[in-house]
T-cell receptor, first 113, second 113 residues
């Protein structure tokens, strides 16, 4: 029974390139969250999605960042034209339909050169 | 606007003694609270939770206390063990399913030999 799967675990990009981070939730989980952890900071909420629906994206930067959770396939966090300040660990979590515990993936570490 | 605050960035406790991690929240709509533990280069893992209808929840060495009037909760670990050295995140959510779960910045716990 696989947990939340994130890939890639590590991603290196040059400034101006695009980064795509993928997250497959646990089986039976219909809700996906993305959080960002910057060095020396906590987990900052970015976006909360259901299948084919963005519930809350109040934590997403207005430009360059987008997220989706299609009917089929993983959730994708996309960062266009990356800058050095985007370097961080990006964590995905999933939860079942009822409110409660979040189950986290191992994270994707983005380094922008 | 930080809705979940962990005011101590770090805490050192002697092995065998009690570790007390504190968390304050501002949003009165929060009605369930969670504690997560995170080791370096790993995703956060769930420790214990409490809903607002209770003021205490215990699971082995871990006990969470909730003081709704003070909007304060604490995690007690007793006795503290070396493997407890990690970053601990407090999180809060509202059982309205459209609400996201908000995390504090974390407290780094060091268990001293």
């Amino acid at each position: 029974n696989a947990g939340v799967m994130q890939n890639p675990r590590h991603l290196v990009r040059r400034r101006g390139q695009e980064a795509r981070l993928r997250c497959s939730p646990m089986k039976g989980h219909s809700h996906v969250y993305w959080y960002r952890q910057l060095p020396e900071e906590g987990l900052k909420f970015m976006v909360y999605l259901q299948k084919e629906n963005i519930i809350d994206e109040s934590g997403m930067p207005k430009e360059r960042f987008s997220a989706e959770f299609p009917k089929e396939g993983p959730s994708i966090l996309r960062i266009q034209q990356v800058v050095r300040g985007d370097s961080a660990a990006y964590f995905c979590a999933s939860s079942p339909p009822l409110p409660g515990e979040l189950f986290f993936g191992e994270g994707s570490r983005l380094t922008v050169l | 606007d930080q809705q979940v605050k962990q005011n101590s960035p770090s805490l050192s406790v002697q092995e065998g003694r009690i570790s007390i991690l504190n968390c304050d929240y501002t949003n009165s709509m929060f009605d369930y609270f969670l504690w997560y533990k995170k080791y370096p280069a790993e995703g956060p893992t769930f420790l214990i939770s409490i809903s607002s209808i209770k003021d205490k929840n215990e699971d082995g060495r871990f006990t969470v206390f909730l003081n709704k009037s003070a909007k304060h909760l604490s995690l007690h670990i007793v006795p503290s063990q070396p493997g407890d050295s990690a970053v601990y995140f407090c999180a809060a959510g509202a059982s309205n399913r459209d609400d996201k779960i908000i995390f504090g910045k974390g407290t780094r716990l060091h268990i001293l030999p």
